[in-house]
């Protein structure tokens, strides 16, 4: 059996590992746009963008493990359609069987077509090479503005104020991370930054943006324009499902797969940041975080040798910005308690979020000792003790 994949990201690199320790010897072949091997991005907005990580470091394996492995990784290769009736994919004029098809395509930062057509000095962060192009503007006295307070515009901001830059933060929403984190959690990043220096500025509408002199000016509703040296959009990714839609496969906002990662052609299965899967307990999901490319891939990479459990784990992110850790594991959208131990004004506590009479997403903030506690928490019923705040987390599940 031969194994194609679209896409050499983190999922990709992972499920080729998974196929070779379940002992599949058939031949493997992983097709990747970029000119890397594959690579892990959580580094990219933090130690590559601070000095502290090189690019290198960032590769999930070297190349010669490819070679010992022998799976053909064609890098700096577009894959530009499917044909699923007759198994192949293509690659410009050429083309390449499959028997299994694994696409794991990931995602691509949206763009703002005002800032694209402005001329003004404009990022997006994805890539290796997005983020070295940032670091080199990231330097003592540069003025930085970010469109977007989610998880990259603030690590960015983070990174920007530590290297000495100055930053605003354009926000439409009136908190950072809102959606995700709800007001009370929301606001100890909002605080976090203000204390660093960022100028926050929340309920911001971006009108327009032009270009002065090298210089970007971004319009704001009812505010002082901000002129920066340069302007990073951070306004979260689109998957890249057009491939799969194109070939007829179902699609919907990413590749739409069951609980076991499973497309709507029996050949072919998708993980990742372009997976929308059918989650046994969360149901129609699609997450863009690292640790779900890890395991779904490799959870791919067991189906398609004929393994039948579904994907059940929970979505696991972090992040770090400044002295702030922080891990999250659940999916806390549409909750209706929050309980916190600790202190979050020091930013040292544990929260766990609560909707109907289940736990259903626990975060901790620099306790680094909490997430195993959590991830054990998250799915019990919300019971007296879960909601007392003086009973230790770790006496919960
Ligand atoms: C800057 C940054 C920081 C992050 N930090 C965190 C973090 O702190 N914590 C966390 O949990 N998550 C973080 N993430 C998210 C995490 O990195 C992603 O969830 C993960 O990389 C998704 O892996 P993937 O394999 O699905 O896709 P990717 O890693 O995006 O790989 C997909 C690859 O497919 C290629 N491709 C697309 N179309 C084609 C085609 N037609 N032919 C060939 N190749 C193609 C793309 O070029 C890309 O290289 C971060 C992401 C970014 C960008």
Do not use: C
Not at 33 to 62: I, Q, T
Not at 340 to 361: E, I, K, P, T, Y
């Amino acid at each position: 059996m031969n194994v194609v994949i679209i896409g050499a990201g983190l999922a990709a690199a992972n499920a080729v590992a998974e196929l070779r320790e379940q002992g599949h010897t058939g031949d493997i072949v992983v097709v990747g746009e970029e000119p890397h091997l594959p690579y892990e991005r959580p580094p990219l907005s933090k130690g590559l963008l601070l000095g502290s990580a090189e690019p290198d470091a960032a590769f999930v394996h070297p190349r010669e493990w490819y070679d010992e492995q022998q799976v053909d990784v064609r890098v700096g290769t577009v894959v530009t359609g499917i044909d699923l009736d007759r198994g192949r994919v293509r690659l410009g004029a050429g083309g390449l069987p499959y028997d299994r098809l694994l696409l794991a395509t990931g995602a691509t930062p949206r763009h703002l077509a005002m800032a694209d057509t402005s001329g003004a000095p404009v990022l997006h962060l994805r890539t290796l090479d997005d983020a070295l192009a940032l670091r080199d503007r990231l330097t003592e006295g540069a003025r930085i503005a970010i469109i977007g307070a989610g998880w990259i515009g603030l690590e960015v901001a983070s990174a920007a104020r530590q290297r000495g830059a100055s930053v605003t933060v354009l926000e439409s929403a009136s908190l950072p991370l809102q959606r995700v984190l709800g007001d009370e959690i929301a606001t100890v990043f909002a605080d976090l930054h203000r204390e660093h220096g960022v100028d926050l500025r929340l309920g911001a509408s971006v009108t327009g943006v032009e270009h002065d002199d090298g210089k970007a000016v971004v319009r704001v509703e009812d505010g002082e324009p901000v002129v920066a040296d340069l302007l990073v959009v951070a306004v979260g990714v689109t998957p890249n499902d057009r491939l799969a839609a194109d070939a007829g496969l179902a699609v919907d906002n990413g590749v739409l797969v069951d609980a076991r990662l499973r497309a709507s052609d029996p050949h072919v299965f998708a993980a990742g940041d372009l997976a929308d899967q059918n989650h046994p307990v969360l149901g129609r999901i699609r997450v863009e975080h690292w640790d779900t490319a890890i395991h779904q891939g490799r959870h791919a990479a067991r189906v398609m040798l004929g393994g039948d459990e579904p994907y059940t784990r929970l979505p696991y992110f972090f992040t770090d910005q400044y002295d702030l850790g922080m891990e999250y594991v659940g999916h806390g959208a549409g909750y209706d308690d929050l309980v916190v131990r600790g202190d979050l004004a020091a930013r040292q506590a544990s929260v766990l979020w609560l909707r109907g009479d289940r736990v259903v997403a626990g975060m901790h903030l620099n306790d680094w000792d909490a997430i195993e506690p959590l991830r054990a928490v998250v799915g019990v019923g919300a019971t007296d003790a879960v909601r007392d705040p003086s009973v230790p987390l770790a006496d919960l599940a």
